[in-house]
């Protein structure tokens, strides 16, 4: 053989062992690629799991202060309503007080305006009561909805363990 064709032997193994290495290592890193690609499905499964998981913690413990705040709410009507009662009461008696001055024989002696003023003090009674009991379901209902807010604030912020 010439030296020539002894090259080109040599030249021909040597390109068929590097194509046989390059298969070799390509097998390889396709192994490598294939359990990597394997350990991020998983992990990106994992992941999805506990963000579910997280989010469900979260929307109970919202929907649990969601209840409360409902109870509490019926409770304040309640406390309402027999505030309510109370303040029917009063005014029915500040009515037969305003009435009684008025059919005071004395008291109708003493002119119109002694009766103008009972009549006056009754009405104004009556309209500082009921405004007192607006302004007590507002207040409630506002106490009710920031505690609320505060302890689904805190619930959602906690991380679950």
Not at 59 to 76: I, L, M, Y
Not at 84 to 111: I, M, S, W, Y
Request: glycine share 8%; proline share 1%; net charge positive.
């Amino acid at each position: 053989m010439t030296p020539g064709q002894i090259l080109s032997v040599i030249l021909l193994s040597v390109a068929i062992a590097a194509g046989g290495t390059w298969r070799v290592q390509g097998y390889r890193y396709g192994e490598q690629l294939e359990k990597i690609e394997r350990n991020h499905a998983v992990a990106l499964k994992d992941a999805g799991e506990a963000a579910r998981k997280e989010e469900q913690r979260r929307q109970t413990a919202v929907n649990k202060e969601a209840d409360d705040a409902r109870e509490q709410n019926k409770a304040a009507a309640v406390d309402a309503g027999a505030a309510d009662a109370v303040g029917d009461r009063l005014r029915v008696e500040a009515d037969k007080f305003a009435a009684h001055a008025c059919g005071d024989p004395g008291v109708t002696q003493r002119g119109a305006s002694a009766t103008r003023a009972a009549m006056v003090l009754s009405d104004l009674l009556q309209r500082a009561d009921k405004r007192a009991g607006e302004l007590a379901v507002a207040y409630d209902r506002a106490r009710i909805a920031g505690l609320v807010c505060e302890r689904s604030y805190d619930a959602v912020r906690s991380v679950s363990r």
